[in-house]
């Protein structure tokens, strides 16, 4: 028989932290790494809508890496230590290979003059709903920072550039489809 996959500790409004601790699904760390699992979930429908073998590739490091920044939102920061013994944590290096990724996609795109409208194309529609997705998770961090919850500074740092990363990646996707 298989495992049931609901388990009903839910149904009161109330959710469970790694290492333990349960807090209100409305609780401001519940929002941010919500927000942040809404758009790992955003991405993937764009990696199944690109044909473009680069772009499939960021995705899913980035998908990846959106766990880890989950992890890190989901945990209380008396139990920091249990996760670092068997996560790692978002560091500089992740932020700046973001940044090295930016920069790569920014030299191959000319970006126009004025606003872009999302919808150039389904994969690079969806990348700009998982970047939307990315800045409200963001903002969610910034209220954990003002309110003392947020243990490293760098997921906000983190989250700005992969929205950042996210709207250059659109712009390359869409780009490589003009003939």
Known sequence: MAKSIYTKYGDQGETGLL????????????EAYGAVDEAASALGLAKALTDNRRV??????????LFIVGAELATASEERDKLLKHF????????SALESTIDSLAAEVDLPPEFIVPGGSPASAAMDIARSIIRRAERR??????????DSPELLRYLNRASDMLFMLARYQDAKLTP
């Open 19 to 30: 290492y333990g601790g349960r807090i209100s699904k409305a609780d401001p760390r519940a």
């Open 56 to 65: 499939r590739e960021t995705i899913d490091a980035l998908q990846r890496e």
């Open 141 to 150: 961090v910034v209220s954990l920072s003002e309110g003392s919850l947020l």
């Open 88 to 95: 790692k944590a978002v560091s500089p290096d992740m932020t």
